[in-house]
DNA sequence: ACATTATCCTGCACGC
DNA sequence: TGCGTGCAGGATAATG
């Protein structure tokens, strides 16, 4: 289940599809809104992120845009493989597939033939997400901060672990009103988003549970930033700062971790 | 401009 | 073993 490190896991590994041809799209989603035959024939010239969009760029023909939501995988395959909940295969001329996994079919295919457009905030690791371009973005929201940091129009590629995680870091309640945070609080807050998903990305993503539907960053390889958390998915257990119990919140209907005691 | 809820799906963990 | 309930790394539309 991708927050942006996951994202961009999957679309390093995919820059090995640059420069190949779609032979044939292969929708096996009645659900999907694409149209495989649009794809005939088409090159690919990038794959990149945009918050946790996967954009495939096929030159002047536009862009194969794929979102996993909670459940999908999107990965490279040497050789036709069996796999279940398997949605869309981009057959290429190089003899590789392009496999689009969504167990639970939350995850959408779209393709954008004049390009995509995305309506979404700063790419929090690029060098426009600064301590006081976020202080702008959070002083125009009275929204607490936690689910501040899930509106992908304000931030875009933050998810439900990372924010928990950034928020501990930043010893900051998730219950606090974005623009009552003050300067100083900010600028951690800020430091602590670029370091624990700069973190996870280099921890090859976030591996957690036993579902298929869980996330892994190639087939049999576990992600490494499990070990690095220190309250999500950890109610209950002593916080590592203070020694203070995990607490678990919800707030717009997802669950937040943090320490009562630390984060004020 | 907010929060809340339901919805889209599927599978799994849990209690009884 | 089965059944009901709740929960899940996301996003969006409807409602208040």
Not at 105 to 128: D, M
Not at 202 to 218: K, M, N, W
Request: positive net charge; proline residues 4%; aromatic residues 6%.
């Amino acid at each position: 289940m991708p927050e942006l490190p996951e994202v961009e896991v999957f679309v390093r590994r995919l820059q090995a599809i640059v420069g190949s041809t779609i032979i044939r799209a292969e929708v096996l989603d009645e659900r999907l809104d694409l149209d495989g035959s649009l794809l005939d024939q088409a090159a690919i010239t990038s794959v990149k992120r945009r918050g946790k969009n996967i954009v495939i760029g096929l030159g002047h023909r536009g862009d194969l845009v794929v979102h996993l939501r909670m459940s999908g995988r999107l990965r490279l395959h040497r050789s036709e493989v069996e796999v279940k909940y398997t949605r869309l295969i981009l057959h290429l001329d190089s003899g590789d597939s392009v496999y689009f996994v969504n167990p639970r079919r939350l995850g959408t295919a779209a393709y954008y033939p004049s390009g995509f457009k995305a309506n979404l905030g700063i790419e929090p690791l690029s060098r426009g997400f600064t301590a006081s371009r976020l202080s702008q973005v959070a002083a125009l929201s009275r929204s607490p901060i936690k689910p501040f940091l899930l509106d992908q129009q304000k931030i875009a590629g933050i998810g439900n672990i990372y924010a928990s995680e950034a928020l501990w870091r930043s010893r900051i309640s998730p219950e606090r009103a974005a623009s009552n945070l003050k300067q100083d609080e900010v600028a951690r807050l800020h430091k602590n988003i670029v370091s624990v998903l700069n973190e996870a990305i280099d921890g090859q993503g976030t591996s957690i549970g036993t579902r298929v539907s869980d996330y892994h960053p190639s087939v049999g390889e576990q992600g490494k930033f499990q070990n690095h958390l220190s309250v999500y998915g950890r109610e209950t257990e002593p916080c590592e700062r203070c020694g203070n119990a995990i607490a678990r919140l919800k707030q717009s209907g997802r669950s937040t971790y943090y320490c009562k005691e630390c984060q004020t």
